[in-house]
């Protein structure tokens, strides 16, 4: 499955995104999803992750609170929706799909990688 993350952009801390990925095809329906995201010279790392059947959830402690992943399968489509920014959440934000279940923050497990979008805020 082809992945197209989008919804990054420039904003002031404190404020408000949404980024979306969306896919290329319904398998996707099928896919546990996880965001990670990448700073410059930092190792890229999770951020958020929802299963395929239950809609559970897995959060990094940096973000949870604050950002929330959801999908709307009927569009192939999975949001994180990122509230309360701080300069510190500056990066290149990844989504990535798998067939298998759980262990969201393991990289290796992801078989398909969207290109990225970039999210920068401003202190």
């Known amino acids: 499955v082809q992945l197209q993350a989008s919804g990054g952009g420039l904003v002031q801390a404190g404020g408000s995104l949404r980024l979306s990925c969306t896919a290329s095809?319904?398998?996707?329906?099928?896919?546990?999803v996880g965001w990670f995201r990448q700073a410059p010279g930092e190792e890229r790392a999770f951020v958020a992750g929802?299963?395929?059947?239950?809609?559970?959830?897995s959060y990094a402690d940096s973000v949870r609170g604050r950002f929330a992943i959801s999908r709307d399968d009927a569009k192939t489509t999975v949001y994180l929706q990122m509230n309360s920014l701080k300069p510190e959440d500056t990066a290149i934000y990844y989504c990535?799909?798998?067939?298998?279940?759980?262990?969201?923050?393991?990289?290796?497990?992801?078989?398909?990688w969207g290109q990225g979008t970039l999210v920068t805020v401003s202190s």
């Open positions: 990535a799909a798998k067939v298998s279940s759980g262990n969201y923050a393991f990289k290796p497990s992801y078989r398909s």
């Open positions: 095809d319904g398998t996707f329906r099928r896919s546990t």
């Open positions: 929802i299963s395929w059947n239950r809609g559970d959830t």
